[in-house]
């Protein structure tokens, strides 16, 4: 069966073909993908224009749909199934990526599935050259979304922990905003942090010790404000001066990047090794757009070595969003027999769910 699988929840635009057996024990096959980023049309306005990301989305679904099937050596004819994300995200932009779902499914005589955004990010080690075996706890960091997750099978998941307030992603967002860094200021304030010292500010690490496995950053966002606001001895209570980041220079900036990433780190490495220590599982998932964090990575792997725990990561090209996650969230979905043709009907008219807690996604379908 190929899956041909559409993401467009946020500002990319992916598309991938999946190749899989139902009830068969081979693993699915990733024959093509393609992604187009929109950073570069966002970073204008310092961040996701929700319109804009809308009609880009519009331009991009069919000519990275042409790329895939060709890359696959297929035609549209092919295509058994199509899968797209469903939810959550921005809902023009999944409006885009659904239309154009069920619009080929109408036209193919081929059945659609919805498709949840996090659980694509959940199997997406699958695709990876070290890919998981259940059961697994699974670190969800992605965009707003911070979560621990128990994953015993396919649509099995258990919520043990989640952000109250503020993700990991939108701490590092809101903080590299503070320095002056461009949109997307995730990435950018991880490079930064390279060059600076770890240690050289004492900022908090929210909820560390509350017995739970909760968490929350909106505090450490404010604690990075004022320290840069102390370092330019400006008014507490007032805004940041517009010329913070020039001030401030590049290797207090380094040294503000690096304490902040160390703080968010530190947090979701010891709240982790709690969740695996609760649950008793020796297996950890990690995935998700913070996935990619050089020194998270390094900080789960060296604790997990510590205690005989394994650690799975997607490639670092699939932890930002794509198509590949959401055909490859189909396919295990049909292999695991939580899916059937009558299930998917073609028809006009769909759905899509802006928000949709992953705790509400049925292991018997969507």
């Not at 996701?48 to 060709?70: G, K, M």
């Not at 008014?235 to 900036?253: H, K």
């Not at 799975?312 to 939580?338: F, S």
Request: aromatic fraction near 4%; charge should be negative; charged fraction near 15%.
């Amino acid at each position: 069966m190929r899956i041909l699988g559409i993401e467009s929840s946020c500002d990319e635009t992916g598309v991938a073909l999946v190749e899989v057996t139902p009830g068969a024990s081979t693993p699915p096959l990733l024959r093509s993908h393609a992604l187009h980023s929109q950073i570069s049309m966002h970073q204008a306005y310092g961040g996701v224009v929700p319109e804009l990301a809308s009609r880009d989305h519009i331009r991009r679904v069919l000519p990275l749909t042409d790329e895939v099937l060709a890359g696959a050596g297929c035609t549209l004819s092919d295509v058994d199934l199509v899968a797209y994300t469903q939810g959550p995200g921005l809902a023009g932009a999944l409006l885009v990526g659904a239309g154009v779902a069920v619009a080929l499914g109408a036209a193919l005589q081929r059945p659609v599935l919805g498709i949840h955004h996090l659980e694509g990010h959940l199997l997406s080690p699958f695709l990876s050259a070290d890919p998981p075996a259940f059961p697994f706890v699974a670190l969800l960091v992605s965009g707003g979304h911070t979560q621990l997750m128990r994953v015993d099978g396919v649509g099995h998941y258990t919520l043990l922990g989640e952000t109250i307030d503020d993700a990991a992603g939108e701490a590092f967002d809101k903080s590299a905003k503070l320095l002056g860094l461009p949109y997307p200021g995730g990435p950018g304030l991880s490079r930064l942090a390279e060059h600076g010292n770890p240690q050289a500010y004492a900022l908090p690490r929210p909820l560390l010790r509350s017995g739970d496995l909760d968490f929350s950053f909106a505090g450490l966002k404010t604690a990075v404000l004022t320290q840069v606001k102390r370092l330019l001895s400006a008014d507490l209570s007032g805004p940041l001066p517009a010329d913070a980041a020039l001030v401030l220079g590049d290797a207090v900036r380094a040294d503000v990047a690096a304490s902040t990433q160390a703080a968010i780190v530190d947090v979701l490495v010891a709240k982790s090794l709690s969740a695996l220590t609760q649950t008793g599982l020796q297996r950890l998932v990690v995935a998700g757009g913070v996935g990619a964090n050089r020194r998270l990575r390094e900080q789960l792997n060296a604790a997990c070595a510590r205690q005989g725990i394994r650690v799975h990561y997607p490639e670092m090209h699939l932890c930002t969003d794509n198509g590949a996650m959401i055909a490859m969230a189909a396919a295990m979905r049909v292999q695991a027999g939580l899916w059937c043709p009558s299930d998917g009907v073609p028809g006009h008219s769909f759905a899509v769910r802006p928000r949709w807690p992953l705790s509400e996604l049925s292991a018997v379908g969507v």
